[in-house]
């Protein structure tokens, strides 16, 4: 039994390895892009649109949505990263119901690529929101003691959106394993939607913690403290 | 190790990539569409609601239109019932002044015919009684109309009074053959019955009274003797007359009957 499909090694060169999570991540990623192409190749501004296009713009204008709902400011800003996050965990769940496949998000590499994505684009969207100087100045915040608990908060919360992505995608992968070798019947099935149904919270619970994130350093110390003093309402 | 770092390094590029791809692929032509579509609702929107305030300017104008429209159309009609009735008035003042013309014309026409109508009858009447008298005088006395008539004319002079006589007596003696009396008839006279008013003349006035004989059909059925401004006359136009009068009294009844 397979822990991760990085181990579900094709081709292999010295360090280059060619596993399963790189393949199964391209063909996503093919699957993604492409199919967005195709739909977005007859796009229409008039008030007759196909069923597809109906159906991204539902995903893209929820999408921008939840990160308004989070409190970014200018949700078209933060879409790209943020909602390629979203969809790429949430195909990655989806895709579990071809025979055969494993999730990438089921690899802790993977996942930690993803936690190192956002660890990287939380400082970068709040320097270029609020300036190098104001951000770094966040993390002595309310006092300077605070720095080093703010820089393990830092790298703690990275880990645990790595590892909470890898343990929920891997132990929904594991569970179906060991369930096929006990119960082969019904079972698996059962297990299976509840499997699609992780994958989608956890998509939900990544994107929206990286939003927060991000949210929390884009917003400067002034801003942070206007909705206490504002009255409610 | 469950982490592989050439994985890592490896799904770190794919997922920059991908960010890239799906930017380029899917949010930037979904938004601009969006944009667009929202662009053109707002235009259509903000067309309708121009259009809506053109309808609502073009609504009020129509309605102050219809307005005035109904004013001046009752006003024009007010001003044709006032004309019309102006003018029916004056129709029926001239209707009725032609027709009282027309029934003075009648009225008068029917005057003129009605005494046309009693002057023919007159006429007949005349010819009838004529006939009548000279029929009844034939069968029963075997006598003529103009000898009756000569018979009452000598007769009548021997009727007058004295003075009437004298002067009448006066007016045929101062006759003479330029200037002789006149014995007018509606008939020609018979020889024997000029003879017998000659010879009466003669013998009552003691002389040849000159005689013009002339006959005249207007006096009708009879006879009568002038000189001098001096007449004596017999005709059947005195019952005539008096028969006239009679019929005067109701024209409708004898015109019916």
């Known amino acids: 039994m397979r822990l991760t499909p990085d181990n579900w090694i094709f081709w292999e060169y010295g360090f280059i390895k060619l596993n399963a999570t790189i393949v199964f991540t391209w063909a996503l990623m093919a699957v993604l892009v492409v199919g967005s192409m195709l739909i977005t190749r007859r796009l229409t501004t008039g008030h007759e649109r196909s069923r597809w296009q109906n159906l991204l713009e539902i995903v893209v204008t929820a999408i921008i949505g939840q990160i308004e709902d989070v409190g970014l400011q200018n949700p078209h800003r933060y879409l790209s990263f943020l909602g390629t996050l979203f969809l790429f965990v949430a195909a990655a769940s989806l895709a579990t119901v071809t025979p055969g496949y494993e999730p990438p998000t089921a690899s802790l590499s993977t996942t930690a690529a993803l936690a190192l994505c956002v660890l990287v684009a939380v400082p970068l969207f709040g320097i270029s929101s609020q300036g190098l100087a104001a951000y770094l100045k966040s993390y002595m915040q309310p006092t300077p003691i605070m720095l080093p608990f703010n820089l393990i908060s830092e790298v703690t919360r990275t880990l645990a959106l790595a590892v909470r992505l890898f343990g929920n995608m891997m132990s929904g992968a594991m569970i179906i394993a060991i369930l096929l070798s006990i119960t082969p019947f019904v079972f698996p099935i059962v297990m299976e939607v509840l499997g699609l149904l992780t994958g989608m919270v956890q998509a939900y619970i990544f994107t929206i913690l990286a939003a927060v994130y991000i949210a929390a350093a884009t917003r400067s110390s002034k801003a942070a403290k206007a909705p206490l003093s504002a009255p409610e309402g | ?257």
């Open chain 2, 1 to 257: 190790m469950l982490i592989d770092w050439f994985t890592v390094a490896a799904q770190l590029l794919n997922f920059i990539i991908l960010v890239y791809l799906m930017k380029r692929f899917l949010y930037k032509p979904v938004l601009d569409a969006i944009a667009a579509r929202e662009a053109k609702i707002a235009r259509e929107l903000a067309d309708a609601a121009e259009t809506r305030a053109r309808a609502h300017q073009q609504q009020a104008e129509f309605e102050q239109k219809n307005k005035t429209f109904d004013e001046q159309r009752a006003a024009l009609l007010s001003e044709a019932t006032q004309a019309a009735n102006t003018e029916r008035e004056r129709l029926l003042a001239e209707a009725r002044k032609a027709a009282e013309v027309a029934s003075k014309a009648r009225a008068k026409a029917l005057q003129a015919d009605t005494q046309a109508l009693h002057g023919e009858i007159v006429r007949k009447t005349q010819q009838r009684v004529l006939e009548i008298a000279r029929r009844t005088l034939a069968d029963l006395a075997d006598v003529s109309v103009e000898q009756r008539a000569c018979a009452m004319l000598i007769q009548r002079w021997h009727e007058v009074d004295g003075a009437t006589l004298a002067a009448l007596g006066t007016a045929l003696k101062a006759t003479s053959a330029q200037t002789p009396a006149l014995l007018r008839s509606a008939f020609d006279l018979p020889p024997e019955q000029l003879a017998a008013i000659q010879a009466a003349l003669n013998e009552t006035f003691g002389q040849t009274i000159e005689l013009k004989v002339e006959t005249a059909p207007e006096v009708i059925s009879g006879i009568e003797l002038s000189a001098q401004g001096q007449k004596l006359a017999w005709s059947i136009a005195d019952y005539l007359t008096a028969f006239s009068d009679k019929l005067d009294e109701d024209p409708t009844k004898w015109s019916s009957a």
